[in-house]
């Protein structure tokens, strides 16, 4: 390299799920969206995903994004068997992910399915390193996605990361502490910043307020809870901030389109 890489844009991939199975009619949902973003890998053919009025056939050895933030339908023609792995992207701002990456997107072809699942399911269970490979697996792809943009929108999306990377130890203590008052007066005071200078400057560069990242935040972690585990909707809009369950259904449907307990009942594969 003739310039060494800098590491004031960090990106990050915080796994979520990561799991083989076969998927059949039970698949078929006329319309999903979520915070996380999913990639898939086929066994066979048989599946696709609808958006924007395309139909993305997800072709065996083929790997596909669906990126969070979109709207998209799962469909399903028979069974197959589907590696799927759910993931965040830390260090690209909702904004950021809705402007370049708003439809799913095929990145490779032609991989072995078999070989990939045996990474991922060796004959001895070894669950960090399992989930390294599903992480490398992640970027790997990732990176190839990156590479396929325009020159616009790489740009667009280097001065984003730049951004968020000087907002960087605020976010960490927004998402370790949706469950307080998190005010633009103690974000400013975290930024040694007045208020006004924070709001203008945090929207500036972020393209969204300081209460709407914060909220956008709470309604993203509420959304992976409902998904991923057990507690009770009441428990999650406590740990995610909300005042009470019915301010947190009110809100979360304005983002997710359906009420909490709605977008628990459907499958997300």
Known sequence: MNNPLSV??????????????TIDHKWNTPDTYSSYWRLYLSGSDGSAVGCNGLKHVLKRGEFWFVP??????????????????HFDIVGLSGPAVRRVFNAPVRVAQNVDFDKCVAQITPKTPNHTSQLCRA?????????????????????????????????????????????????????ADLCHQSTSHFIRSFSR?????????????????????????????????????????????????????????TYRKTIRL
């Open 8 to 21: 004031d844009q960090q990106i990050h991939i915080r796994l979520l799920c990561v799991d083989v199975t």
């Open 68 to 85: 969070a933030w979109i709207h998209f339908s799962c469909i399903n023609e028979s069974p197959v068997k589907h590696f799927y792995i």
């Open 135 to 187: 992480n490398a697996i992640v970027m790997q792809q990732f990176s190839a996605l990156l590479d396929s943009l325009s020159t616009a929108d790489t740009a667009y999306l280097s001065r984003s990361t730049v951004a968020q990377s000087r907002f960087s130890h605020l976010f960490r203590y927004i998402d370790d502490h949706l469950n307080m008052p998190l005010e633009n007066e103690l974000l």
């Open 205 to 261: 560069e972020m393209h969204q307020s300081p209460a709407k990242y914060v909220q956008e935040r709470r309604v993203a972690s509420a959304a992976q809870r409902l998904v991923f585990s057990d507690d009770s909707i009441d428990q999650i809009a406590a740990q995610t901030g909300f005042s009470n369950r019915f301010h947190f259904s009110r809100v979360f449907a304005r983002y997710m389109t359906v009420p909490p307990a």
